[in-house]
């Protein structure tokens, strides 16, 4: 099945632990991206990545890091977690051919509360 | 930069009852994507439908339906038919051509009344 996996569903942490969100997909898609879901604020983009060892900034990068050592996967890396990274995170992965695009799709998304 | 503007924070319909959820959206590109994205409780996001900027013809997915308005920069999703299942928060998001981020509206939470 084709899908984008992340890990985990929910965590919670305490304010400056080192914690990696695990996104993989199995679908060979170039792009991938990290988004984070707020209320009343829609999704916002954190980071994207457009092929191996090529990522760059999103609208809400401060805080975050990402690396794409491999096409499948994408983990985001909060190094000094604080309570307002305190948000629903979602990895995405999408397939461009030919220009087209055929939309993002998502992982089912990580609860994360640092306290 | 792009914006993208739901103005109904929530929205409810009659099962069988048709609704139009609104989006506009700010851009200079020619070239561009605009999506509507579903999340119901679950939250996972579901692509419902897709419009390539282009194309003059308005997309349509079975019950769900655009009216496209480059001029006017608006992008709202009909919902025919409407069924319980229906119920969830929908996004309308825009991609141009040629980048990569998806830039997202607030969101409409639409309710299902039986």
């Known amino acids: 099945e084709a899908q984008v996996t992340q890990n985990p569903r929910y965590l919670i942490t305490v304010t400056g632990k080192k914690l990696t969100v695990t996104c993989s997909q199995n679908?060979?898609?170039?792009?991938m991206s990290w988004y984070r879901q707020d209320p009343g604020l829609g999704l916002r983009q954190i980071y994207y990545s457009m092929n191996v060892e090529v990522t760059d900034k999103g609208d809400v990068p401060e805080g975050y890091k990402v690396s794409r050592k491999e096409k499948r996967n994408f983990p985001l890396i909060l190094e000094s977690p604080s309570p307002n990274q305190t948000s629903l995170y979602f990895c995405a992965s999408s397939l461009r051919e030919g220009g087209a695009d055929y939309g993002y799709t998502f992982g089912s998304g990580t609860r994360l509360t640092v306290v | 930069a792009q914006t993208v503007t739901q103005s109904q924070p929530e929205m409810s319909v009659q099962e069988a009852e048709t609704v139009t959820l609104s989006c506009t959206y700010d851009?200079?590109?020619?070239?561009?994507?605009l999506f509507w994205y579903k999340q119901p409780p679950s939250r996972q996001m579901i692509l419902v439908i897709r419009q390539e900027a282009y194309k003059q013809q308005n997309a349509t997915e079975n019950r769900f339906s655009v009216n496209f308005q480059k001029a006017a920069k608006s992008f709202s999703l009909k919902i025919s038919d409407s069924q319980l299942g229906d119920a969830a928060m929908y996004f309308c998001?825009?991609?141009?051509?040629?980048?990569?981020?998806?830039?997202f509206g607030e969101g409409t939470q639409l309710t299902v009344n039986p």
């Open positions: 998001a825009y991609r141009k051509t040629s980048g990569s981020r998806l830039t």
């Open positions: 851009t200079s590109e020619s070239d561009y994507y």
């Open positions: 679908m060979n898609h170039e792009y």
